[in-house]
């Protein structure tokens, strides 16, 4: 991959964040002038940074093993990988 891919799979990545933003981020968190998150006080704010975070551990974690078990099923397949 050269610099210039993958700086165009970066791009498609934030393009794909923008439309979820857009999207069903604006139907959940747009309050018209601001976003819900703006007025929430900052305990109810690092309350919910602690739940994403917990979450975004469970999905990396989950991630991790589905990496692991494809790496072993494709060394199944190929001893070259």
């Known amino acids: 991959m050269t ?3 993958l700086a165009k799979a970066i791009g498609h ?3 794909n964040v923008q439309s979820r933003i857009l999207n069903i981020g ?3 968190y747009d309050d018209g ?3 819900k998150i703006e007025s929430k006080n900052i305990p ?3 309350d919910e940074a602690i ?3 917990d979450d975004l551990l469970a999905y990396i974690s989950f991630t991790r093993i589905r990496v692991a078990r494809l790496r072993a099923l494709l060394s199944e397949h190929d001893p070259i990988v």
């Open 51 to 53: 739940e994403e975070l």
């Open 13 to 15: 990545t934030i393009a």
């Open 33 to 35: 002038k601001t976003q």
């Open 44 to 46: 109810q704010v690092l």
């Open 3 to 5: 610099s210039e891919e």
């Open 26 to 28: 604006a139907q959940q």
